[in-house]
């Protein structure tokens, strides 16, 4: 059973409730992060708090509680569930309204809500074949930088993928690649890494800091610019990262083999690095 923390109670998920005139139901007003848990800790807890915090700023939505207190809640909901490794989801909304009404409330009792999953990482036999991808147009709005919880365009768009038998969606928007439905996208032409800059167009991933930081740590040639749907189409090696799914290759988008079809060394390389990292920094080497 899965127990879960809402407005100020620990209780099993399955008796949570929130008001239908939670402005989370009605209009998709909140903020959320999912952070992986290894062996009982989180993953980059404070950088995941930070992208929460500028959320909730350009939401203009008081952040409802400080680092400490985020922390102590994250370790509380990790600590109570049975799994060593897990996925921690935690959201905020704007709260329940008497009315609904688009403007904000005017006294804002934001909720809050944390559980968590086992962790399911991407299993050997995917991280053998690599995931399939297909394309799409990127039709989301222009704050794709903000983690909110209006993510109707993004669960289209990966619905996309589903119906096709594929994994994940690649978006491009004006010709240019900006990130996957729910996951960052790299790209490898020539043994050079490629990511797209961070801007309002994609999240800023917290997986996709850490696949520039390795990089750049082991000396693999990288560089972060602008990426054509052509140089993508055309790319030795591309890769999808998130906080679950980690450093995944993409072997075939669009029913066409990328590369020679399955996984490229950069991927094979950078998944190791990732798990290396993974295992000094939360599993004390
Ligand atoms: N999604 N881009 C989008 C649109 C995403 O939804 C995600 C992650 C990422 C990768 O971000 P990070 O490396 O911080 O996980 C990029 C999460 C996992 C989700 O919505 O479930």
């Known amino acids: 059973m899965s127990l879960c923390y809402l407005n100020g109670r620990y209780l099993p998920l399955e008796d949570a409730q929130v008001s239908p005139m939670d402005r989370g139901f009605l209009f998709g007003d909140g903020a959320y992060e999912v952070i992986p848990v ?3 800790r989180p993953f980059r807890l404070d950088e995941h708090l930070a992208r929460l915090a500028s959320t909730l700023a350009a939401m ?9 207190e985020w922390a102590a809640m994250v370790r509380e909901v990790v600590d109570r569930n049975p799994w060593d490794d897990q996925s921690l989801y935690l959201q905020v909304t704007r709260g329940a309204d008497m009315r609904r009404n688009h403007a904000f409330p005017e006294v804002v009792r934001p909720s809050v809500f944390l559980m968590s999953e086992a962790l399911v990482t991407p299993s050997r036999e995917l991280r053998e074949s690599g995931a399939s991808a297909v394309s799409a147009a990127d039709f989301r709005w222009l704050r794709c930088d ?21 994994h994940e969606t690649v978006l491009f928007r004006d010709g240019f690649l900006t990130e996957g439905s729910a996951s960052s996208i790299f790209i490898v032409r020539d043994g050079v890494l490629l990511a797209p800059p961070k801007s309002h167009l994609m999240l800023p ?3 996709y800091d850490v696949v520039l930081e390795l990089a750049a740590v082991n000396g693999l040639p990288h560089r972060v610019q ?44 950078m998944h190791a690095w990732y798990q290396a990292f993974k295992t000094t920094v939360m599993r004390g080497g």
């Open 38 to 40: 290894y062996s009982r």
């Open 60 to 68: 203009r939505l008081p952040n409802p509680h400080a680092e400490q």
């Open 146 to 166: 903000l983690k909110t919880t209006s993510l109707l365009a993004n669960c289209l768009l990966r619905q996309h993928a589903v119906d096709q038998g594929c």
């Open 205 to 207: 991933g917290i997986t």
């Open 226 to 269: 602008e990426i054509l749907e052509d140089e993508v189409r055309s790319a030795d090696e591309v890769w999808m990262t998130s906080s679950t799914r980690e450093v995944l290759a993409i072997t075939r988008l669009d029913g066409r083999p990328v590369g020679e079809g399955r996984p490229g060394p950069v991927s094979e390389q």
